[in-house]
């Protein structure tokens, strides 16, 4: 079935370590999204990305980084320079060119620093 | 800038009666506008969606909702409410100002439907 693949559901860092989130999508969409959820806050767009070898920041990209190397991958890595980096982690993705603006989302992924 | 606002962090409701989730909408142009659930420690899952042309506009699960430009307003409802309802709901609004069709959410209404 075509979906969305996040991994690790559930990943524990030490402080001053980085760590990659890997978001894999076979709807063969064009733009790819990472949002982030905390308690209360909704969700807050990170980085995304509407075609391969591109990508945008989004309202809180300080501290993330992203590639989009290939239409089915964007992966998301936390970086020690991201300050309070537990929480949860949505990837999503839509097509492009297309005026429904409908997201499909991966079943995230939690963070919690130790 | 677009922004949706859902004004109720919680709201409550016995099996059986009506449900309302409220939502309130900002847009510079025509608005896109949708409704998620999210289930816990879960993905959210597309409801339904407000493009163009009817005002009442039905989705999965039973719900609907109802636009309404005067009032900028874009309320999730359900005739009967069942337990299995009860989840967090995100009302969102597509940001015209990029390409990407990129959307804004609300903070979330969590929905309880008690027995």
């Known amino acids: 079935d075509g979906g969305i693949t996040q991994s690790p559901k559930y990943l524990f860092r030490k402080e001053g370590q980085n760590v990659t989130l890997s978001c894999e999508q076979n709807?063969?969409?064009?733009?790819m999204y990472w949002y982030r959820q905390d308690p209360g806050q909704g969700l807050r767009l990170i980085y995304y990305?509407?075609?391969?070898?591109?990508?945008q920041k989004g309202d809180i990209a300080e501290g993330y980084s992203v590639s989009r190397e290939k239409k089915e991958s964007f992966p998301l890595t936390v970086t020690s320079a991201q300050k309070n980096p537990t929480a949860f982690y949505l990837c999503?993705?839509?097509?492009?060119?297309?005026?429904?603006?409908?997201?499909?989302f991966g079943e995230g992924s939690r963070l919690t620093v130790l | 800038a677009q922004s949706v606002a859902q004004p109720e962090d919680q709201v409550n409701v016995a099996e059986g009666n009506p449900l309302t989730v409220k939502c309130t909408y900002s847009?510079?142009?025509?608005?896109?506008l949708f409704w998620y659930v999210q289930y816990p420690n879960r993905g959210l899952q597309f409801l339904l969606k407000?493009?163009?042309?009817?005002?009442l506009v039905k989705g999965s699960y039973g719900f609907e909702a109802e636009f309404n430009k005067s009032q900028t307003s874009f309320h999730l409802k359900k005739p009967s409410a069942l337990v299995s309802d009860s989840a967090l709901y995100f009302c969102?609004?597509?940001?015209?100002?990029?390409?990407?069709?990129?959307?804004?959410f609300g903070s979330g209404t969590r929905l309880l439907v008690r027995p």
């Open positions: 407000y493009i163009t042309g009817d005002n």
């Open positions: 969102a609004v597509r940001d015209d100002g990029y390409s990407s069709y990129k959307l804004i």
């Open positions: 847009v510079s142009g025509n608005p896109y």
């Open positions: 990305s509407q075609i391969v070898n591109d990508f």
């Open positions: 999503a993705s839509s097509m492009q060119g297309a005026n429904t603006g409908e997201l499909f």
């Open positions: 709807l063969n969409h064009d733009a």
